[in-house]
């Protein structure tokens, strides 16, 4: 489990594709500072385990179905990537409760500065709108955000907006991207529950 809480603005330094796979090697020293084999690091919001590391780099897998459900795919060498190892059991929990489990990828479809912050709107797949309130919590790439506006219910084309601050467009890749780029998006897990059991209490 992650918190959204994003460690470290890390590299990809390479890609090797597959078939129907890739294998990244990207630069984090801060999040392979205690790294295994085996431990589950977010990239851009994607929970992805490590299968080797040295003092640098690490390298994942990423599975067909991983790169059809995520923005990965749309990766380069040199392409920035947003890291969080796995939340420890003593840390704080600073974000929300983030899986690492990508719902789809929105676009960025606006971008409006305003005094020390900037007012980000994001495309959202209709079939995840119903998850998504104003001052609500939705992890974009990896970060834990609060939405600061939603479209209107049943909107053709729905968007969310969020409220980045400085210290949020320096040290993670939102802010970098421009309009149309790709981001992915993990909606709140307890909506998600809440939504299952309240359905299976209509049906009793």
Not at 30 to 48: F, K, Q, R, T, Y
Not at 63 to 84: D, K, V
Not at 158 to 174: D, G, K, N, Q, R
Request: net charge negative.
């Amino acid at each position: 489990m992650f918190t959204g809480i994003v460690e470290e603005l890390g590299e990809v330094v390479e890609i090797t594709q597959g078939a129907d796979s890739a294998v990244l090697r990207i630069r984090g020293p801060v999040v392979v500072a205690d790294a295994e084999h085996g431990a589950s690091i977010a990239c851009n919001g994607v929970c992805l385990t490590v299968v080797e590391f040295d003092r640098e780099t690490f390298t994942v897998d990423v599975m067909g179905e991983s790169l059809r459900r995520s923005s990965l795919g749309a990766l380069q060498p040199g392409s920035p990537i947003n890291l969080e190892r796995a939340m420890a059991a003593s840390g704080r929990f600073g974000g929300h409760i983030v899986q690492g489990h990508v719902d789809g990828v929105g676009r960025i479809v606006a971008r409006e500065p305003a005094d020390r912050w900037e007012v980000v709107t994001i495309s959202l797949p209709p079939e995840l709108a119903r998850y998504v309130v104003e001052k609500g919590s939705i992890t974009v790439d990896g970060v834990s955000l609060t939405v600061s506006g939603v479209s209107e219910p049943g909107a053709a084309e729905p968007w969310f907006a969020i409220s980045l601050i400085p210290t949020t467009l320096e040290l993670t890749t939102l802010g970098t991207k421009t309009v149309g780029d790709p981001v992915n998006l993990e909606v709140d897990v307890l909506a998600k529950y809440v939504e299952r059991l309240t359905a299976r209490e209509g049906d009793r």
